[in-house]
């Protein structure tokens, strides 16, 4: 599970665009596809 997961994991954590991409995908797996966060 580990080099799975390794291969996945970003070192930019302080990226805005990998933040805002990454609520994008919690939203759209929650059902909220109404909005996207480039276009608030």
Not at 17 to 23: E, L, S
């Amino acid at each position: 599970m580990r080099s799975v997961l390794k291969n996945t994991l970003t070192d930019k954590t302080d990226s805005y665009d990998i933040y805002m991409r990454g609520t994008d995908c919690s939203y759209y797996y929650e059902s909220y596809i109404g909005y996207k966060t480039e276009e608030l």
